[in-house]
Nanobody, 122 residues
Framework: QVQLVESGGGLVQAGGSLRLSCAAS????????MGWYRQAPGKQRELVAS???????NYADSAKGRFTISRDNAKNTVYLQMNSLKPEDTAVYYC????????????????WGQGAQVTVSS
């Protein structure tokens, strides 16, 4: 089994910062992509940022210039540093990983964390 465990959410005032962490554990051979998505009340889940094992990064327009994604491949952990937070950043943030559980079948599995609440007050 594979687990993604998130930490670092919370309540912050507008203009403040938070750092989210997500550690993957379990039966993992390799992790290709890791990323963060968010879902605000009444809205669809949307990509915030993603990073591949080779370091290719993609940001949503709303995150560019304010959020930074990084990963520690040795620890199977991805981070999201969020600065200059705005009330519209309020959402549940979900960690996502695309990974292989073994070397021989070539199947990439998609896993999600349980979600971390981020609330930004005005």
């Amino acid at each position: 089994q594979v687990q993604l465990v998130e930490s670092g959410g919370g309540l912050v005032q507008a203009g403040g910062s938070l750092r989210l962490s997500c550690a993957a554990s379990g039966s993992i051979f390799s992790i290709n992509r890791m990323g963060w998505y968010r879902q605000a009340p009444g809205k669809q889940r949307e990509l915030v940022a993603s990073i591949t094992s080779g370091g290719i990064i993609n940001y949503a327009d709303s995150a560019k210039g304010r959020f930074t994604i990084s990963r520690d491949n040795a620890k199977n952990t991805v981070y999201l540093q969020m600065n200059s937070l705005k009330p519209e950043d309020t959402a549940v943030y979900y960690c996502n990983a695309g990974l292989k559980r073994n070397w021989y079948d070539g199947i990439e599995y998609d896993y999600w964390g349980q979600g971390a609440q981020v609330t930004v007050s005005s």
